[in-house]
């Protein structure tokens, strides 16, 4: 007795026998299953070149495939692409803040104050050197001989002045 006659395995499946009893279909491509009965519609319909990035998914029994993509994307048919999820026109921030990537970030200038959770504004000092051998090294500054350093109120400003005495 040949298990492979009638070929079993459809769909072009090729049949190989094991014994007088039994066989294995090596399905061809779109198709899978013990008797290559079950089709992959990705495969068989260009949906694994079309999904590009994405993976290629089929419903079984109803002939269709679909794009799908990670956690937090969408599949977007126009550009064949998986796109992350942008919350952002829905979502308030606070007011020195920013929706990006949608989570709400500190406005430029602004950080997160780790007890309220607000972002307040950021204060810089700002620094005016005025050396007169043109050095500029953080390290030459503190080894200056004479220097006038002055703090405006509210620590706004900090003016560092050489004496002209050191050029020569």
Partial sequence: MEPCLPNPCSNDGKCTPL???SYNCTCSEGYYGSRCTESDY???NG???FCGDADCKNEQ???IYYCSCASGQYFDYASRKCLDLDFCPLMKCGENEECRGSRCWCKENYK???STGDCERITYLRFSTDMTQGKTDKRQLTKCKTAECSMSQ???AI???IASSNSK
Avoid: I, P, Q
Wanted: glycine content about 14%; some cysteine; overall charge neutral.
């Fill in 159 to 161: 003016s560092h002045r």
């Fill in 112 to 114: 997160r104050d780790n």
């Fill in 42 to 44: 990705c495969a068989l």
């Fill in 154 to 156: 509210g620590m706004d």
């Fill in 19 to 21: 014994s007088v009893d």
């Fill in 47 to 49: 949906g694994n070149t």
């Fill in 61 to 63: 029994g109803l002939k």
